[in-house]
């Protein structure tokens, strides 16, 4: 015998209704001065969120919080060094104190150094490890909290990687192994997280053209960078590297309604990468 699931609809008419719109929630960004973070910050803040722009570059935050002056959602900033956790449990007082409470959380800060295992110090290993997987531990675990306090459930969106499932090229592996964390985190706080209402998913970026991906990469001239970045975009079957606004559209989606029976995914943003 087949189970009838009873189906129900949006509680307003349906041209009225926007799946996309955050408008009203209180968002907070990490490495939201520029790049793939600044992106979302500007989605979100045009849907309706107020963005609480968080980043180690406290002066660069502030310029990015300026530009987004026209949003509909009101942007702060204010300065995040996500190793840190005592600084990750000041943002999300300051998101509090500033707009009322904490929605929405996305982990965007990291950072990409690149070195063979076999030149690599421990050092160097562990700074990776501290901003990209422990500082999103930090910082998910402080959000955790303030949204099981406030009793409304809430979402988590992880930036992971493409190098989360596969590696892109040699000299990552420290980074491969931080976006690998990042998944695996990301699925197990979604079983945590659930019975509270907070969705916790990720997306795995591919190449995406930033102020960080245009410098040239340790130990290559910048003549190298270039053409290594061009072989690697003739691998994309779409043929070009992606925008910070290609992941933040996707971040907007995971942030609203639309994505409420979501949690513990890995949205791959790519152009087909993993496939070539």
Known sequence: MVQQLEVTSPTTHSAEWDPFSVAGRNALVTGAAKGIGHGIAIRLARAGANVLIADIDEAEARRASEALTEASGRPVATRLDVSDTASCQAAVQCCVDEFGSLDLLVNDAGIFPTSPVLEMSPEFFDRVLSVNLKGLFYMSKAAGLQMVKQGRGGKIVNIASIDSVHPSM?????????????????????????????????IAPGGITTEGASQPLVGMSAEETTAMMAAFTQRIPLKRMGVPDDIAKVALFLASPAADYMTGALIVVDGGMLLS
């Open 170 to 202: 040699q000299g990552l592996a420290a980074y491969d192994s931080s976006k690998g964390g990042v998944l695996s985190f990301t699925k197990n706080f979604a079983l945590e997280m659930a019975p509270h209402n907070v969705n916790v998913n990720a």
